[in-house]
């Protein structure tokens, strides 16, 4: 069980908005930045978002992050079936000083 | 372009040893920590291990501390994770992650990723 913790799944149509959350504590998520990788069918994660809400070059502005407290969340809007992939949230914590990813999530777009 | 090409992996009988190794290039090696994270289906991405740019800070997942070690060979860009002590709950899939900064620590993305190399632990 992973000290991030993130729905199992989450689905939408095509053109829906959907969120995935992220919660943690304040060793992890309530004391630093948040990121978030998406994972492709049969390939390696790649970053999505980092510091909260940043989008690395090439990433379409339909996905955006925030954060409050000890949780985060990501959303993507006007859902695409090439968006159907895994999505994991990541932090550093503070007590364990190691790096965190929660459990994942798959979205599936229906 | 950034590659890392891990290798090494392989079925591996409970209470045994591997080592695995990945190949760097399309980046200035010793400019950037680097990481291993495991995948495994049931349990999804898990932070393994990660090593300073110059080998000097190292840190280890609590479930691998003891067991695993990490170094790099700056010189071959390299990186290597030496396994021992294997049990069942080490069978992944094991990544290689370039750091985007000098520290395994801190403010940090795993900007790229190495494809994996499979590792089961199996009697």
Redesign the interface.
């Given at each position: 069980q992973?000290v991030l913790t993130q729905p199992p799944s989450a689905s939408g149509a095509p053109g829906q908005r959907v969120t995935i959350s992220c919660s943690g504590s304040n060793s992890n998520i309530g004391g630093?930045?948040i990121?978030w990788?998406q994972q492709l069918p049969g390939t390696?994660?790649?970053?999505l978002l980092?510091?909260n809400d940043q989008r690395?070059s090439g990433v379409p502005d339909r996905f955006s992050g925030s954060k409050s407290g000890t949780s985060a969340s990501l959303a993507i809007s006007g859902l695409r079936s090439e968006d159907e992939a895994?999505y994991?949230c990541?932090a550093?914590d503070d007590s364990?000083?190691?790096?965190?990813?929660?459990?994942?999530t798959k979205l599936t777009v229906l | 372009e950034v590659q890392l090409v891990e290798s090494g992996g392989g079925l591996v009988q409970p209470g045994g040893s591997l080592r695995l190794s990945c190949a760097a290039s399309g980046f200035t090696f010793d400019d950037y920590g680097i990481h291993w994270v495991r995948q495994t289906p049931g349990k999804g991405l898990e932070w393994v291990s990660g090593i300073s740019w110059n080998g000097g800070d190292i840190g280890y997942a609590d479930s691998v501390k003891g067991r695993f070690t990490i170094s790099r060979d700056n010189a071959k860009n390299s990186l290597s994770l030496q396994m021992s002590g294997l049990t069942t709950e080490d069978t992944a899939l094991y990544y290689c992650a370039k750091g985007s900064v000098a520290l395994w620590f801190g403010e940090l993305v795993f900007d790229s990723w190495g494809q994996g190399t499979l590792v089961t632990v199996s009697s």
């Open positions: 992973s630093n930045y990121y990788y390696a994660p790649k970053v980092f510091r690395p895994e994991y990541a550093w364990l000083t190691a790096w965190l990813f929660g459990g994942g | -």
